[in-house]
């Protein structure tokens, strides 16, 4: 998945810290040694908002969002409402207008995407509210395979969600996605492939000088417990 600047809507922030990479740390720390507080450098860059967008303010007093408005939970909790309630999700979006933002789309014309453009719409939308927000991508969950003794983590398990600073708390999760049917389990085949395949990378392709060693001093302490 792309990093939310690859989506538009947030690719003028000033400063990359708040648009590097997914998992990336920012280049000054988040939070101040010993607390929950956001250094100001770093709350400065989770709240850039760039210019051009004048119907984000009125969607914000429209929901009661504005940065002067309630605390930080209600504003989260009224966000994830509002698009929930008037977005559907879907793996095909719509084509988006040449010359238009496709998260400002999103939002307030073509109210159909998948959770990229969800999670891109809750960071904008959390700071245009006065809550510090970033986007995150990663997977969400994965399943146990009894014959490798591993969980599996496919691509069909992809996400995107946001995450906003709450103070005393620290990053909160917020996943503005609807909720999906359950992800089907891998059948047997699936996992003994899978299960193959991973013993190969593991022992063959990667039994590198480390791994040898490895067995080699199991193997001796084995022989020495005869």
Not at 43 to 52: C, I, K, Q, S, T
Not at 64 to 73: F, I, K, L, Q, V
Not at 195 to 200: C, Q
């Amino acid at each position: 998945y792309s990093s939310i600047n690859m989506m538009g809507t947030l690719g003028g922030s000033p400063s990359p810290p708040a648009m590097g990479p997914a998992g990336q740390s920012p280049s000054v720390p988040d939070a101040i040694m010993g607390s929950f507080q956001l250094e100001p450098k770093a709350r400065e860059d989770y709240l850039a908002v760039p210019a051009g967008l004048p119907r984000m303010g009125a969607l914000a007093s429209t929901l009661g969002t504005g940065p002067n408005g309630a605390g930080d939970a209600p504003k989260i909790a009224a966000v994830v409402a509002w698009l929930r309630a008037g977005h559907s999700y879907t793996l095909r979006p719509p084509a988006r207008p040449a010359g238009v933002d496709p998260v400002e789309d999103f939002i307030f014309d073509q109210p159909a995407g998948h959770c990229e453009f969800f999670a891109s719409a809750a960071v904008l939308m959390l700071r245009t509210a006065g809550v510090p927000a970033r986007y995150v991508t990663g997977f969400r969950g994965g399943e146990w395979n009894p014959l490798g003794g591993y969980i599996a983590v496919r691509d069909e398990r992809a996400h995107a969600w946001a995450e906003a600073w709450v103070s005393g708390q620290g990053w909160v999760r917020v996943d503005a996605t609807p909720p999906a049917t359950g992800i089907a389990r891998a059948g047997r085949f699936a996992e003994t492939s899978d299960a193959l395949d991973f013993f190969w990378s593991r022992w063959v392709v990667g039994y590198d000088l480390g791994r040898q060693r490895d067995l080699a001093h199991r193997a001796w302490r084995q022989l020495g417990q005869l």
